[in-house]
């Protein structure tokens, strides 16, 4: 399992090279300039200072190399300084943002703890409505409540965020007015009531965000109970004398998990990608809302280092699920 | 196999068309979202030759009208026959703008689609077929896999936007980058499911059989190997539609999709959102509109997979 984990280890990092050469040569061949918005009244040789000033005076293989070195080695020697008060970055060049001039990685860093906050707890609140349905409507498949499961999964499936989000802030904010529709990321708790503030600001994007989570991952583990529900060592342990709750919460459910865990974590980075339009309709500024912004500000560092850290999110989950999947069934061992 | 060559006596023999159809009928959903979807094609297609009015014609003295049914609960709306889905605050129809709307939709939905389906499949079949390519194309699927779709549509479409605009007009050029960005994005999982097929239907006996008459390749995949890998291919179809009407809806609401003065379903709901308060119908309505595809796509597909399965078919 070891080795396995070390070999998947190894093959990311062509992965992600491979990923980090798109992406920079998608933005370098996207035939926009960085200096459209600079007025004609400009001479040229400023304008050539200014090009220099933000990074474009070498060539493309140059600025990628850079910007890999930048990325791999002196961001994490900032972190790394930061952490025990060393000063192995000092005076090194970062990526710097077009925009704000300000370090990326900085500005990520702020922005962060909105996003997993907010995606963080919908997925965990996804999940934890999902498994209940999916393993009820399994163990009682066709019946009315299995029906119903299937209609409202295919819903969630079907209605987009984008159109939920405003659904939800019309009922809930506008029409009663019991909710907040715009998350404020200022609030800071610090006692009982202004936890119960956060609360209440975080249930609508939560909700929305949820619900996807909620029909793809009960889905699975419908599919994944029917599978086990049937075999064998069901039937051996219902004859051995066992209590039904026993038989399906113990012995169908962990053999049925070791499909669904994978999904959940094959599943997460694609809750990152959904959280940029919830993130947009509830203001949250989190960095799916850094990556629209920097996009119609024309700020490419920012737009490559945020695309780049979502191909990481995947990367690394599909390692950790592929993983899982070993440990999970001693049946699949790689080795 | 046996009583399609020997039918039973008495028993009219049926051709594997007619069983697919027969299970397909079983599952409501699927008849329901297969009319639905047939319903809203047909709709978009021929409604701008029925309900003629220009989706662009500005009326100001009947703007901010209210659809037809509000006056059921407040008598004092402003509705009228003339505009049953009522109009915006530019006084646009709102029934012509949600016809041409769905038009837009509904052209990318199944043109970025088609591009999936061929790229994925051509993909497929190659790396299952050709034992010395699966490697690469694989190790290539598994590249895309990883690849952040949203974030990468939204920079491609932004950075691309303007060139293609100049060179193919504002609505030629936007329709063929969001067609050819979602397709090349969304190719992969067509792509893995063929591959797994062709590579069981390559051993086959018929398989071998062709080859020893002296079947060229060519022939052998458009003629035997193609059209067993149908059913798959026809599923992921269900699914790249309604994942493609969803992507270009999220570009539109995001505000990089098609210009202004052009509607979809994701450009409408995205423009009223603001003024939801007071006119949510603008909201539903296209919210309602692409939902409803969607779920009928994806109930149609749900139908197809049960009925496309000899496994399911005929318990």
Known sequence: MLTFTIRRLVLAVPTLLFISLAIFL????????????????????VKEKMREALGLGQPMHVRYVKWLVQFFWIEPQVLFDHLFNTTFAEGKLRVISWQTRSPVMDIVVQRMPQTIWVVGTAYIVGILIALPIGIYSAYRQYSVFDQAGTFVTMIGFSIPPFFTGPLLIVIFAVQLGWLPSVYNTLHVVDDWDSFRVQLRQMILPVMVLAMQTTAQISRYMRASMLDNLNQDYVRTARAKGLSEAVV???????????????????????????????????KVNGIGQLLITALFANDLPMVQTLTFIFAILIVFFNLIADVLYGLLDPRIRYD | MTDMSNPAPGQKSRSQLQDVWGQFRKHKGAMLGGGFLAFITLAVLLGPYIWALDPQKIDIRNKDMRPIYTALFSSDAKVAWAHPFGTDQLGRDGLANMLAGGRASMAVGWAAMLLTLFIGTAIGVVAGFFRKLDGPLMRLTDLFLSLPILPLLLVAVTLFREPLRGSLGPEGGMFILIVAIIGITSWMPTARIVRGDVLALKEREFVLAARSIGTRNSNLITRHILPNVLSPIMVSATLGLATAIITESALSFLGVGFPSDFPTWGKMLADAVDRMENFPERVILPGMAISLTVLSVNYLGDGLRDALDPRIRGR
């Open chain 1, 26 to 45: 998608l933005l370098e061949l996207a035939p926009g300039d960085p200096m459209a918005q600079v007025p004609l009244t400009v001479p040229d040789e």
């Open chain 1, 248 to 282: 399906v919460m113990v012995h169908v459910l962990r053999n049925s998990m070791i499909p669904v865990v994978t999904v959940i974590a094959l599943g997460m980075p694609a809750i990152f990608g959904g959280a940029i339009i919830t993130e947009v309709i509830f």
